[in-house]
C-alpha cells in the first residue's frame, strides 16, 4: 500500500505528511532507548521492549481514535511486570497473560468503560503534566552527565540502583563524563537554536535527528583521536543485533498456552489491563491537552486499540502497552498533525532493528538525554504554574499535591494522591453551590429565600442541613426549586422533615416548584 492510499484510507490529508514524518523521526529517537530501558527494568529480554514499540506504532495508531497520542511500554508497568514474570515463573507463560490483558481490555472497551476517564478532574492532569516535565528534567540530567548508573526511562523516585532522583543526580555530578557533557551542551544549543533559523531547507531537518547525529560524530571525532573524551559502550544505546534472518526471528517468541490453567496468569492478566486502561486513559487525556487542536480521543476506542495492541504483542514476545505521555509530548512538540506520525515511528522502530542496529548502538545517552531534558522544559514552563494559580485555590491546590505527589513516588501513586485532593475540593465546591442566599437579604419580616440550584445531590446534604437547622425562629422561609432539574431523594426528604419540624420553631416554610421525586431523562449513550 502506497503512503497515498494509506492517508486516504484513513482519512489523513497529505498535506500534514510534511509534518507528520519529522515529528516520527523525533518520537523514534525519544522512545528507541525508552523501549529498551523499560525491557531492561522489567526483567524482560530487550527486544521484547523493541516490539512493543514497534506494536505500539503499526497496530495501535491503525485502531485508536488519537490523533497525537503515541503508545509504547510504560515505565509505569516495570514493578508489575517484573513482578508477574516471577510469580508466573517463565516468559514465554506472561505473555499469556498479555494476551488475556489485551482481551480484557478490548471487553472493557465495548463496556464503554473508557467513560470514566472524563472523570478525572483537569486540574490533576495538568499536575500530572508538569510532573512529567520534572521527572524527565530530573531524571535525564545524570545521562546528560555521563552517569547512566540507573536504566533510560525510569520514571520512579526510588531507583533500583539503590539510589533516589536527588541522590542520583548528586552521584553525577560527583563523577561526571566531561565527553557526555560536551555532546549534552552541543545538543541543547542545537535544539533551542535550530527553530530560530528562518531558512526553509534547514526546516526538513528536525533538530532532534540533528542532535543525534552530532551525538554520534562527536563521539566517533573523540574515538579517533584517542581522547580520553570518548564515550565507553554503557553510555551508548544497545539493541540486540541479529546476523541473520533467522536469527532476528529467533528474537521473536510466541506465548506458551500451556499455562492457561496457572491463576498467577490470570492474576496478572487483570492486573496489567486494570492498570494499562488506567494509564492509557490518563496519558490520553493529557495529551488532548497539549494538541493545539483541541481534539478529542475517544476513550472507548481508545481501550479497543489498546487491548488489540495487547493481544498482538503478546502473541510475538513484546511488552505490554499503554498510551505513553513522554511519547505524546514528544510528538506533540515535534509538531505532529496527525496520528500517521505514530505509525511512521513504528516502522522505523522495525526499519532501525532490521537495517542499521549497529548504527543504532552508536547513538549516545547525552544526546537523548538532552532531548528529553527539552521535551520536559515545554511540560513544565512556569507560565503553567502562575496560570493555575491565577485560577484559584480549588484548582492550583489538587494541581500542585500532583506535582509534588508524582515526583516524589510514581504516576499512578501521584495520581491517585491528586484524584483524592481534586475530588475533595470538587465536593467542598459542589456543596457550597447547593442554593443562593445571602445573609444580608434578612431584615426584621423580610423572608428568607433559598433559590435551589440545578442539581442538588446528596452531597449537598449536610450543608443545607446545617443552613435550615441554623435559621432564626420565628421566621418565614422560602426554598424555591423552580431552578432545579434534579433534586436527589434524600434532599427530598430532609426538605420535607424539616418542613413537619419547622412548625415547633414558629418557622414558616413555603415550598416553590418543587416536585415529589425527579427522574435523570434524556440521557445521551456513551462514546
Known sequence: ??????????????TTLKNDLPASVVVFLVALPLCLGIALASGAPLFSGIIAGIVGGLVISVFSGAQLGVSGPAAGLTVIVLNAITDIGVWEGFLLAVVMAGVLQFILGYLKAGTVGNYFPSSVIKGML????IILIFKQIPHALGYDSDTFGDMDFFQRDHENTFSA????????????????????????IWPKIKLNAMKLVPAPLLVVV???????????SSSNLVLSPEHLVIIPVATSVNEFFGLFTMPDWSFVSNPAVYKAAITLAIVASLETLLNAEAVDKLDPYKRNTPPNRELKAQGIGNIVSGLIGGLPLTAVIVRGAANVNAGAKTKASAFFHGLWLLLSVITIPKVINLIPYASLAAILLYTGYKLTKVSLYK??????????VPFIVTVVAIVFSDLLIGITIGMFV????????????????LKSDNHDGTPIKLILSEEVTFLNKASMLLTLENLPENSKVIIDGTRSVFIDYDVLEMINDFKEQAAHRNIDVVLVNIKDNYKIENELPAN
Open 1 to 14: 500500500m502506497t503512503v497515498t492510499k494509506l492517508y486516504q484510507k484513513f482519512g489523513i490529508p497529505l
Open 130 to 133: 508538569a510532573a512529567i516535565g
Open 169 to 192: 543526580i548528586i552521584s553525577a555530578f560527583q563523577l561526571m563524563n566531561p565527553g557526555a557533557l560536551i555532546i549534552t551542551a552541543a545538543s541543547l544549543a542545537i535544539l533551542i
Open 214 to 224: 552530532i551525538g554520534v560524530l562527536l563521539n566517533e571525532l573523540f574515538k579517533s
Open 387 to 396: 496560570s493555575m494559580f491565577k485560577a484559584g485555590r480549588d484548582q492550583f
Open 422 to 437: 481534586g475530588i475533595f475540593y470538587i465536593l467542598r465546591v459542589n456543596m457550597k453551590n447547593t442554593y443562593s442566599y
